[in-house]
């Protein structure tokens, strides 16, 4: 049994409601992480995949665009306010990973934090900018986008789970 297969949650509470960090490393070897809520998991290409957004403005955008892999990390509930924390700060203006009291290790490339109850690590496989005239909801873009800062969505195959 592939470990994907353990993942067996509920993927719109798992995201949408406890939230995830996306971790990437750049070139020079820092590691950075933000909350997420956004995402999902499927199957595209025949492969097993994730798609995250990250807005441009995000620190770690840069970290995801800089590396081959990054990582989504899930923790359970006592992690919230963590999450909240990761979330709120930028990476630019202090090192939150210390900050935050999570143990930082690496496996695959890929940054993994050693109190989490799950990380896929994935392998980028495509992105894109969205763009307003894309919408058929244009709701979305006013209630979204007021400053018209689309998000990147990245489509990444899951290579690893880690339980």
Same mark, same amino acid.
């Given at each position: 049994?592939?470990?994907?297969?353990?993942?067996?949650?509920?993927?719109?509470?798992?995201i949408g409601d406890r939230w995830m960090l996306v971790a990437a490393?750049?070139?020079?070897?820092?590691?950075?992480?933000?909350?997420?809520?956004? +995402?999902? !998991? #499927?199957?595209?290409? %025949?492969?097993?995949?994730?798609?995250?957004?990250?807005?441009?403005?995000?620190? =770690?955008? &840069?970290?995801?665009?800089?590396?081959?892999?990054?990582?989504?990390?899930?923790?359970?509930?006592?992690?919230?306010?963590?999450? +909240?924390? !990761? #979330?709120?700060?930028? %990476?630019?203006?202090?090192?939150?990973?210390?900050?935050?009291?999570?143990?930082? =290790?690496? &496996?695959?490339?890929?940054?993994?934090?050693?109190?989490?109850?799950?990380?896929?690590?994935?392998?980028?496989?495509?992105?894109?900018?969205?763009?307003?005239?894309?919408?058929?909801?244009?709701?979305?873009?006013?209630?979204?986008?007021?400053?018209?800062?689309?998000?990147?969505?990245?489509?990444?195959?899951?290579?690893?789970?880690?339980?």
């Amino acid at each position: 049994m592939d470990k994907t297969d353990m993942i067996g949650q509920d993927v719109f509470s798992l995201i949408g409601d406890r939230w995830m960090l996306v971790a990437a490393t750049d070139k020079e070897g820092k590691t950075n992480a933000m909350t997420a809520s956004w +995402g999902g !998991m #499927g199957v595209l290409w %025949g492969k097993k995949v994730v798609f995250v957004f990250i807005r441009p403005q995000r620190y =770690t955008k &840069k970290f995801v665009d800089d590396a081959e892999v990054f990582s989504l990390s899930f923790f359970d509930e006592s992690y919230k306010t963590m999450l +909240g924390y !990761m #979330g709120k700060v930028s %990476g630019r203006n202090e090192d939150k990973i210390a900050k935050s009291g999570l143990t930082l =290790t690496d &496996k695959s490339g890929a940054p993994v934090f050693k109190e989490a109850s799950m990380t896929l690590i994935c392998r980028k496989l495509y992105r894109q900018t969205m763009k307003e005239e894309n919408f058929i909801d244009t709701s979305n873009v006013e209630k979204w986008y007021p400053q018209k800062d689309y998000h990147d969505v990245y489509v990444a195959e899951i290579t690893e789970t880690i339980c």
